[in-house]
Protein backbone atom coordinates (compact mmCIF):
# COMPACT_ATOMS: atom_id res chain seq x y z
CA UNK A 1 0.00 0.00 0.00
CA UNK A 2 1.32 3.33 -0.49
CA UNK A 3 1.61 5.84 2.23
CA UNK A 4 1.84 9.67 1.46
CA UNK A 5 3.52 11.78 4.15
CA UNK A 6 3.32 15.18 3.96
CA UNK A 7 5.04 17.16 6.21
CA UNK A 8 8.39 18.90 6.88
CA UNK A 9 10.23 17.71 10.24
CA UNK A 10 12.10 14.71 9.78
CA UNK A 11 11.53 13.26 13.06
CA UNK A 12 7.60 13.38 12.10
CA UNK A 13 8.48 11.49 9.38
CA UNK A 14 10.71 9.37 10.90
CA UNK A 15 8.10 8.18 13.34
CA UNK A 16 5.22 6.97 11.23
CA UNK A 17 7.74 5.42 8.82
CA UNK A 18 9.47 3.23 11.43
CA UNK A 19 5.72 2.92 13.06
CA UNK A 20 4.56 1.47 9.45
CA UNK A 21 7.34 -0.28 7.98
CA UNK A 22 6.74 -3.40 9.31
CA UNK A 23 3.01 -3.80 7.88
CA UNK A 24 4.75 -3.38 4.31
CA UNK A 25 4.09 -0.28 3.38
CA UNK A 26 5.24 1.98 0.57
CA UNK A 27 6.60 5.24 1.80
CA UNK A 28 6.72 9.13 -0.78
CA UNK A 29 7.25 11.65 1.07
CA UNK A 30 6.63 15.22 0.03
CA UNK A 31 8.22 18.67 2.02
CA UNK A 32 5.85 20.49 -0.76
CA UNK A 33 1.89 20.01 -0.59
CA UNK A 34 1.64 22.07 -3.72
CA UNK A 35 3.90 19.38 -5.25
CA UNK A 36 2.25 16.56 -3.61
CA UNK A 37 -1.17 17.56 -4.71
CA UNK A 38 -0.01 18.38 -8.11
CA UNK A 39 1.00 14.45 -7.88
CA UNK A 40 -2.08 13.33 -5.79
CA UNK A 41 -3.91 11.41 -8.73
CA UNK A 42 -0.86 9.80 -10.01
CA UNK A 43 0.54 8.57 -6.96
CA UNK A 44 -2.98 6.91 -6.34
CA UNK A 45 -1.86 6.96 -2.36
CA UNK A 46 -3.81 4.51 -0.12
CA UNK A 47 -2.84 6.31 2.60
CA UNK A 48 -1.85 10.15 3.67
CA UNK A 49 -0.54 11.50 7.00
CA UNK A 50 -0.67 15.35 6.51
CA UNK A 51 0.32 17.77 8.25
CA UNK A 52 -1.92 20.70 9.69
CA UNK A 53 0.70 22.08 11.69
CA UNK A 54 3.31 22.30 8.93
CA UNK A 55 1.04 23.39 5.96
CA UNK A 56 -2.32 25.33 7.54
CA UNK A 57 -3.56 26.14 4.35
CA UNK A 58 -2.73 23.46 1.93
CA UNK A 59 -4.44 20.31 4.29
CA UNK A 60 -8.33 20.99 2.93
CA UNK A 61 -8.09 22.04 -0.50
CA UNK A 62 -5.61 18.75 -0.83
CA UNK A 63 -8.23 16.46 0.88
CA UNK A 64 -10.99 18.08 -1.13
CA UNK A 65 -9.14 17.05 -4.40
CA UNK A 66 -8.19 13.68 -2.14
CA UNK A 67 -12.32 12.58 -1.30
CA UNK A 68 -13.18 13.85 -5.51
CA UNK A 69 -12.48 10.30 -6.16
CA UNK A 70 -11.07 8.20 -3.45
CA UNK A 71 -13.98 8.11 -0.47
CA UNK A 72 -12.71 7.36 3.58
CA UNK A 73 -12.92 3.93 2.75
CA UNK A 74 -11.23 3.61 0.02
CA UNK A 75 -7.99 6.33 1.11
CA UNK A 76 -7.12 6.69 5.05
CA UNK A 77 -6.45 10.24 5.80
CA UNK A 78 -4.45 11.01 9.30
CA UNK A 79 -4.27 14.75 9.53
CA UNK A 80 -1.59 16.13 12.16
CA UNK A 81 -2.50 18.78 13.97
CA UNK A 82 -0.62 21.75 16.22
CA UNK A 83 -2.02 23.93 18.88
CA UNK A 84 -3.35 26.24 17.06
CA UNK A 85 -5.98 23.43 15.77
CA UNK A 86 -9.04 24.56 17.13
CA UNK A 87 -12.64 23.36 17.18
CA UNK A 88 -14.10 24.99 13.82
CA UNK A 89 -10.77 23.06 12.07
CA UNK A 90 -11.74 20.22 13.69
CA UNK A 91 -15.00 20.37 12.23
CA UNK A 92 -14.18 21.25 8.86
CA UNK A 93 -11.77 18.05 8.77
CA UNK A 94 -14.94 15.71 9.90
CA UNK A 95 -17.04 17.46 7.11
CA UNK A 96 -14.50 17.26 4.73
CA UNK A 97 -13.89 13.26 5.48
CA UNK A 98 -10.66 12.95 7.48
CA UNK A 99 -10.63 9.51 9.05
CA UNK A 100 -8.49 10.78 11.88
CA UNK A 101 -7.31 13.97 13.83
CA UNK A 102 -3.24 13.70 16.03
CA UNK A 103 -1.07 15.71 17.76
CA UNK A 104 1.79 16.24 15.50
CA UNK A 105 4.76 15.43 18.06
CA UNK A 106 4.04 11.91 17.83
CA UNK A 107 6.36 11.06 20.69
CA UNK A 108 3.84 8.76 22.83
CA UNK A 109 3.86 5.64 21.67
CA UNK A 110 0.20 5.50 22.30
CA UNK A 111 0.14 8.08 19.30
CA UNK A 112 1.71 5.91 17.24
CA UNK A 113 -0.66 3.26 18.38
CA UNK A 114 -3.95 5.27 17.08
CA UNK A 115 -2.36 6.15 13.97
CA UNK A 116 -1.88 1.89 13.08
CA UNK A 117 -5.45 1.48 14.89
CA UNK A 118 -7.19 4.09 12.40
CA UNK A 119 -5.64 2.46 9.99
CA UNK A 120 -6.48 -1.10 9.65
CA UNK A 121 -10.22 -0.12 10.71
CA UNK A 122 -10.24 0.72 7.04
CA UNK A 123 -7.83 -1.17 5.05
CA UNK A 124 -5.92 -4.75 6.12
CA UNK A 125 -2.38 -4.53 7.08
CA UNK A 126 0.30 -7.08 5.20
CA UNK A 127 2.68 -8.10 7.47
CA UNK A 128 6.26 -8.67 6.59
CA UNK A 129 7.23 -12.16 6.99
CA UNK A 130 9.71 -13.79 5.21
CA UNK A 131 8.05 -17.50 6.85
CA UNK A 132 4.69 -18.46 6.82
CA UNK A 133 2.97 -18.18 10.98
CA UNK A 134 3.38 -20.94 13.17
CA UNK A 135 0.55 -21.00 15.65
CA UNK A 136 1.68 -23.21 18.55
CA UNK A 137 -0.80 -25.78 19.18
CA UNK A 138 -1.09 -28.22 22.48
CA UNK A 139 1.59 -31.08 21.39
CA UNK A 140 4.30 -27.92 21.30
CA UNK A 141 6.85 -27.04 23.38
CA UNK A 142 7.47 -23.00 22.39
CA UNK A 143 8.42 -20.59 25.63
CA UNK A 144 9.69 -17.35 25.79
CA UNK A 145 10.84 -14.93 28.44
CA UNK A 146 12.88 -11.35 28.86
CA UNK A 147 14.37 -9.39 31.14
CA UNK A 148 12.53 -5.80 30.92
CA UNK A 149 15.39 -3.86 30.09
CA UNK A 150 14.95 -0.74 32.18
CA UNK A 151 12.93 -2.34 35.69
CA UNK A 152 14.39 -5.90 34.93
CA UNK A 153 11.18 -7.25 35.81
CA UNK A 154 10.71 -11.03 34.55
CA UNK A 155 8.12 -10.98 31.61
CA UNK A 156 6.31 -14.85 31.06
CA UNK A 157 3.70 -15.13 28.74
CA UNK A 158 2.57 -17.17 25.47
CA UNK A 159 4.25 -17.26 22.12
CA UNK A 160 0.90 -16.81 20.12
CA UNK A 161 2.77 -17.09 16.48
CA UNK A 162 6.59 -17.78 15.46
CA UNK A 163 8.43 -17.72 12.41
CA UNK A 164 12.22 -17.91 11.84
CA UNK A 165 12.54 -14.07 11.86
CA UNK A 166 10.48 -13.54 14.91
CA UNK A 167 7.35 -13.99 17.20
CA UNK A 168 4.34 -12.63 18.54
CA UNK A 169 4.04 -12.56 22.58
CA UNK A 170 1.30 -12.00 25.07
CA UNK A 171 2.41 -11.54 28.44
CA UNK A 172 1.12 -13.31 31.86
CA UNK A 173 0.99 -9.75 33.27
CA UNK A 174 0.67 -6.59 30.53
CA UNK A 175 1.41 -3.85 33.40
CA UNK A 176 5.13 -5.22 33.03
CA UNK A 177 6.09 -4.76 29.44
CA UNK A 178 3.16 -1.99 28.54
CA UNK A 179 5.78 1.21 28.88
CA UNK A 180 8.34 -1.34 26.41
CA UNK A 181 8.95 1.39 23.52
CA UNK A 182 7.99 0.45 19.62
CA UNK A 183 11.90 0.39 18.36
CA UNK A 184 13.27 -0.82 21.51
CA UNK A 185 15.75 -3.54 21.60
CA UNK A 186 15.92 -6.58 24.45
CA UNK A 187 18.88 -8.39 24.97
CA UNK A 188 19.49 -11.99 26.33
CA UNK A 189 15.86 -12.94 25.88
CA UNK A 190 15.26 -17.14 26.30
CA UNK A 191 13.41 -19.21 23.46
CA UNK A 192 12.62 -22.44 24.42
CA UNK A 193 11.94 -24.23 21.15
CA UNK A 194 11.38 -28.20 22.08
CA UNK A 195 14.28 -29.41 24.10
CA UNK A 196 16.54 -26.76 22.75
CA UNK A 197 16.92 -23.14 24.97
CA UNK A 198 18.14 -20.26 22.92
CA UNK A 199 19.39 -17.02 23.76
CA UNK A 200 18.53 -14.19 21.88
CA UNK A 201 18.30 -10.19 21.37
CA UNK A 202 14.98 -8.79 19.66
CA UNK A 203 13.61 -5.75 18.55
CA UNK A 204 10.23 -4.48 19.57
CA UNK A 205 8.30 -4.00 16.06
CA UNK A 206 4.97 -2.85 18.04
CA UNK A 207 3.50 -3.08 21.55
CA UNK A 208 -0.01 -3.02 21.88
CA UNK A 209 -0.56 -4.76 24.81
CA UNK A 210 0.70 -8.09 22.87
CA UNK A 211 4.59 -7.67 21.47
CA UNK A 212 5.07 -8.36 18.14
CA UNK A 213 9.40 -9.26 18.24
CA UNK A 214 11.89 -9.79 15.70
CA UNK A 215 15.22 -11.46 16.45
CA UNK A 216 18.39 -9.87 16.42
CA UNK A 217 21.60 -11.47 15.85
CA UNK A 218 20.59 -15.37 15.46
CA UNK A 219 23.40 -17.66 15.11
CA UNK A 220 22.27 -19.91 11.55
CA UNK A 221 22.34 -23.02 13.92
CA UNK A 222 19.73 -21.13 16.23
CA UNK A 223 17.72 -20.23 13.32
CA UNK A 224 18.16 -23.83 11.93
CA UNK A 225 16.73 -25.42 14.93
CA UNK A 226 13.32 -23.13 14.80
CA UNK A 227 13.17 -23.80 11.03
CA UNK A 228 14.14 -28.05 12.32
CA UNK A 229 11.25 -27.57 14.93
CA UNK A 230 8.43 -25.79 12.65
CA UNK A 231 9.16 -28.31 10.08
CA UNK A 232 8.53 -31.32 12.26
CA UNK A 233 4.81 -30.34 12.77
CA UNK A 234 3.43 -33.50 11.50
CA UNK A 235 5.72 -36.07 13.62
CA UNK A 236 4.87 -34.19 17.00
CA UNK A 237 1.00 -33.92 16.29
CA UNK A 238 0.66 -37.89 15.31
CA UNK A 239 3.14 -38.70 18.74
CA UNK A 240 0.29 -36.57 21.03
CA UNK A 241 -2.74 -37.69 19.08
CA UNK A 242 -1.85 -41.74 19.56
CA UNK A 243 -0.55 -40.50 23.06
CA UNK A 244 -4.04 -39.19 24.26
CA UNK A 245 -6.04 -41.40 21.76
Not at 13 to 26: S, V
Not at 54 to 82: M, N, Q, S
Not at 84 to 106: C, H, I, M, P, R
Not at 166 to 178: E, M, T, V
Request: charged residues 30%.
Amino acid sequence: MKTLIVAEKEAVIDHIEKTLRPHGLDFINYRNPLKALDNLEEISPDIVIFSAEDFPRHWKPFLRLLREYKTKEACVFILLKGESFDYDEAAKATFLGVNGVLQEELDDPADLQVIEDIISRYLAFREIRLDKRYYPEDFDNIQFVFSHPVTFHMVTGAVLDITPEGLQFRPDFPALSRDLANGSDVENATLKIGEKILSCDVHVVRNTGNIAFRFLRVNTSDKQAIVDYLNDRASRELSFRTSVG
